[in-house]
């Protein structure tokens, strides 16, 4: 069995090594590329993650919209209770006049 080794041609040497360092480069691309999407995708899941408590925090801020009328007809009961006091306390006193 005598074994035959092929020379290669110049010209055939160099493609070879053309397309091994080309497929050297494209590995480097590929490995830069996903790199970076894994840092978007990190950086995309913090900030989906702050929307999501700031939206749970707008919900909780809301959930007791229902009291706002409530606390306001009580805020006007006061200020009307207020001046008439102070309507009463002025007539008293003399210092307002009807």
Do not use: C, P, Y
Not at 49 to 57: H, N, S
Not at 69 to 74: F, L, Q, S, V
């Amino acid at each position: 069995m005598t074994t035959q080794v092929l020379a290669l041609t110049s010209t055939e040497n160099g493609l070879w090594w053309g397309a091994i360092i080309a497929g050297f480069v494209v590995v480097l691309a590929v490995a830069a590329l996903l790199t970076v999407l894994v840092v978007f995708v990190r950086t995309i899941d913090r900030r989906v993650v702050k929307v999501r408590d700031t939206l749970k925090a707008a919900a909780e801020n809301t959930a007791q919209t229902e009291l706002i009328g409530k606390t306001a007809n009580g805020v006007d009961a006061v200020l009307a209770e207020g001046l008439e006091h102070h309507l009463f306390l002025g007539r008293v006193l003399g210092k307002v006049r009807m």
